[in-house]
């Protein structure tokens, strides 16, 4: 059975068409030429946040369906024999990752998730198959992910390290951030979310509170994505997912931000270093530049995202 208020909020919410019947890239749509050129403006100082968590066999994933990036040496620097030999005395070192495209840093593609057997715009599920996304795949948007960013940090607004799991992270909670900060959201931007999720990995190098309940929009914040034009969302964490107490777990605002929508999601996004600098100088836009791997027909797509100011 579908959830109810994706069947509620849908028909409003719907982009199907309105780029094109053979639209694959969604509210990306909305990061013209001239809104890069705007977002440019954001680069003051030139300095750099990272936004991307390690990619290693230490990280946050412990589903069995994701595990953690897994990284072999193929040659190392003591190996006495190497299998190709180069002249001049040359040797090298190599190696391997193997990986879930979405156990680390990461996009959603708008493959990601359907349901009623269509994916955004009206394509079939069934043109995601063994060769992969046919449609809305992470290829179709991987260099689209340029543009003005706003940190919309939820956890330093409330004056908290990390906002409470029990707390709904509604179009009303996104808008109180916004006017506290200074930091109107504007067509054609993408937003950070900031919970402070990662706050005491940041701190201890522990992933045991991140593993645990989270903070998160709610299915209903997708409206407010809507009305504000926003190109993609990314965050430490993004939707506070439903039914985990019960096992029967639903996503609704992934339902309906990707699906319905055709907006992308970011997750696993490391926002601590950022957060401090906008929370140091009052300024809560960058220019992001956040591609993601070119994977043929991939569901997602491991991302290095970098906001300049």
Known sequence: MIHEGVLRLAPNLRNWGK???DDEIGTLNYITAEK?????HAVQRGDVSPLAIPVDNMGPSNNPLRPNPFHMRLATGVDTVQPFVFAGGARYTDDAVFMPL??????DAI???YYDDRLYNGFSAGEVDSRGAQRVGIDKTHDKYVSRAVLLDV???HGVE???PEVDIAGEVLEDTERKQGSPVEEGDIVLLRTGAMASWARTGSWADFRGPRAGVVYQTAEWLHDRRVAAIAGDTVEKVEGIESGKLATPFHM???RDMGMCIGELWYLEELATDCAGDHVYE?????SALRVTGGCGGPVNPIAMK
């Open 36 to 40: 890069r050129r705007a977002a440019a």
């Open 256 to 258: 309906l931000v990707l």
């Open 111 to 113: 493959a990601h998730v």
């Open 19 to 21: 780029w094109g019947a």
């Open 286 to 290: 960058s220019l992001l530049v956040a």
């Open 162 to 164: 990390c906002v409470d």
């Open 102 to 107: 979405q156990s680390s840093t990461q996009w």
């Open 155 to 157: 956890a330093r607004a």
